[in-house]
């Protein structure tokens, strides 16, 4: 959830309202002594300035934030944050900023590695007694300009609860195999999960090594397993909503895991996401 713009309009279209409210959330970088001498500092307008004559060695307000990464206004990145946030397209964001569209890639670019990093290990460890899981690998393949064959892409491991959460993982891999499947899920299932696949020959030895319960479906025979329920419906259209939000071309291990990562952390903090990103902003040191 993020709040109406309505209720914060003034941080977006006045520069001096937004960096109060900006260092009032603690987003700047915040320094009491001099790094050069260790005397005291002063604000003096987006810096801090040392006290002492002899040194008045001066530190931007900014550093190590995302207002360092370009000449504009606070107000302006958070306009483009904003809407970024809503679901905005990066064409939707030029032509209601009046921004380039090198700028407008830039900045989501940045937005998109702060909230990445703010992740935390524990984030995407899911599952847990009693609570069904769902795991499956997609192809995220890059095709060929007016030709429908493959040229290039990258294997993906997730998974997802089953609960109203729907919490989630994401994983890049090289391979598929058996001994790569178990150990991306030994990191990302809690023990005591029913972990739901398909008859991927690679998801065989999961109960004799991981503390799972382990059930499988037919996928040549059937959606559900008639006999007792378990399918992967999910995780599958789990895949589906992120493809279509992943242009083709940024579907290369270059590119990709961010894309995941952020569908991660949005899924995460729906209902708190505004929050969420100022605590990014709070927490991701830019360097």
Known sequence: MIPKILDIINIIQNEDDC?????????????????????????????????????????????????????????????????????CNNSSIETMT????????????????????????????????????????????????????RVDGVWVIGGVERTNERLMFAEVVERRDASTLIEVISRHIAPGSIVHTDLWRGYNDLTETLDVEHRMVNHSQHFVNPLDGTHTLTIEGTWNGIKMKIAPRKRCRESIEEHLLEFIWRRKNENNMWNAFLNALRSVHIG
Do not use: M, P
């Open 98 to 149: 009046g921004n380039s569209k090198q700028t407008i890639s830039n900045f989501i670019t940045l937005l998109r590695q702060v909230v990445s990093t703010s992740l935390d290990t524990d984030d995407t460890i899911i599952g847990g007694d009693g609570i069904v899981v769902e795991i499956d690998e997609s192809k995220f393949g890059k095709h060929k300009y007016n030709c429908g064959h």
């Open 19 to 87: 960096l109060r409210f900006l260092k009032n959330n603690d987003i700047f970088y915040n320094i009491h002594q001099c790094h050069a001498c260790g005397s005291n500092v002063s604000l003096d307008n987006k810096s801090y300035r040392c006290t002492k004559s002899y040194c008045r060695k001066h530190t931007s307000l900014f550093t190590g934030t995302i207002f360092s990464q370009s000449k504009l206004k606070c107000n302006e990145v958070i306009h483009i944050a904003y809407l970024w946030l809503s679901g």
